[in-house]
């Protein structure tokens, strides 16, 4: 057991966390996160409406009585979800952990304390670590340039980032960004971290509720095999290297605008990737941490496997080095 300010505060057996992703986090793959001891989250947009998440909670409950998440994500959008519905319906769903990310936190953060919920904040600087710390979230997740999704404009990875993070945050703090195995993890708690986020890991399991075709690709890509699209905009996102995301690559490098990719680009067209196993159908999140990953185990074997590589190598090999 490797037990943290991180696993004290959130209530979960081991500093893991399967932080939001959109189309992926259902109680699919939450449920046997939860019931592995790892802290799952449900990705709330990935549900089509608010009255959508409470049933897709209430479908997790019936998986698992371990504790497990709920992920907003607040960034720019195509069709702008009613963001405050989404939070009333997590409140009333009982949920105990929140994950925030894209913008400020502040607005949503009253209510969520007052219902007795936990925030955990994603974030890709140091600056606003700080800020959503003395706004008083309950942890952070600090997202290094590695990641899939978002990683924020100032290209900082994780080796720094996560140090530099450390260095100001007194609460629980999360590392998130290339992780997907022992060594990472071992890694980030070096760095000052209290436990690691994984996306691309778990969306590369056997309960994962993506495409077979989607995984195998993951474990066939190295490092290198991602595209970050929507530099000009300021609004990058890292996905996979595919067609899709090298022409929409060109048309804004050429100055397109956004709505010169906005069809190329929307998430119900990235969906039918992992619904369909068609890799060319359009974009779809995934990190460098893919360069990680040769296997498609259950969460269970994954969660064990990382721990138990973690625990071996602080007492062998680290322990080995002192005194030799
Ligand atoms: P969507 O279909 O609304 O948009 C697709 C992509 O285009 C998203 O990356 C979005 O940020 C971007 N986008 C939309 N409007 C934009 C604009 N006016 N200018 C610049 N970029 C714009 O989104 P979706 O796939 O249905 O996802 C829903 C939400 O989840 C979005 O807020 C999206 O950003 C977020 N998301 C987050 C991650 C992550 O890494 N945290 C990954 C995938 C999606």
Not at 58 to 70: I, K, L, M, W
Not at 177 to 191: E, P
Not at 245 to 272: H, K, N, P, Q, Y
């Amino acid at each position: 057991m490797l037990s943290t300010p991180f696993t004290e505060t959130f209530g979960v057996r081991h500093p893991i966390v399967q932080g939001g992703m959109q189309w992926v986090g259902t109680a699919d793959l939450v449920a046997p996160v939860a019931e592995s001891g790892a802290l799952g989250m449900l990705t709330a947009l990935t549900q089509p409406t608010p009255e959508a998440l409470v049933k897709e909670i209430a479908r997790t409950r019936e998986r698992t009585d371990q504790p497990f998440g709920v992920n907003l994500t607040i960034l720019p959008t195509i069709d702008p979800p009613p963001y405050d519905e989404y939070r009333q319906a997590i409140i009333e769903s009982g949920i105990t952990v929140v994950e925030t990310a894209g913008s400020n936190p502040g607005p949503h953060l009253p209510q969520f304390h007052g219902a007795g919920i936990k925030v955990l904040h994603k974030c890709t600087s140091v600056r606003h670590a700080v800020k959503a710390q003395e706004l008083g979230v309950d942890g952070i997740s600090i997202d290094g340039f590695e990641c899939a999704g978002h990683p924020g404009e100032d290209d900082i990875p994780g080796l720094v980032l996560i140090a530099a993070a450390a260095d100001k945050i007194t609460i629980p703090m999360v590392a998130s960004g290339g992780f997907a195995d022992g060594r990472g993890l071992v890694a980030a708690l070096a760095l000052g971290a209290d436990g690691i986020n994984m996306g691309t890991r778990f969306m590369c399991t056997v309960e994962s509720p993506i495409h077979q075709r989607v995984k195998e690709a993951i474990v066939a890509a190295s490092e290198t095999d991602t595209e970050l699209i929507f530099r000009p905009l300021r609004n990058t996102a890292r996905v996979a290297s595919n067609s899709v995301s090298r022409e929409v690559v060109d048309i804004l490098d050429r100055g397109g605008a956004f709505e010169d990719v906005r069809e190329l680009v929307s998430g119900a067209r990235g969906r039918t990737v992992f619904e369909n196993g068609d890799l060319e159908a359009g974009i779809w999140s995934v990190g460098t941490a893919q360069g990680l990953i040769h296997d498609i185990p259950t969460v269970a074997e994954l969660v064990e496997r990382i721990v138990g590589d973690a625990q071996t190598l602080i007492t062998e090999r680290l322990a080995a080095l002192i005194g030799r």
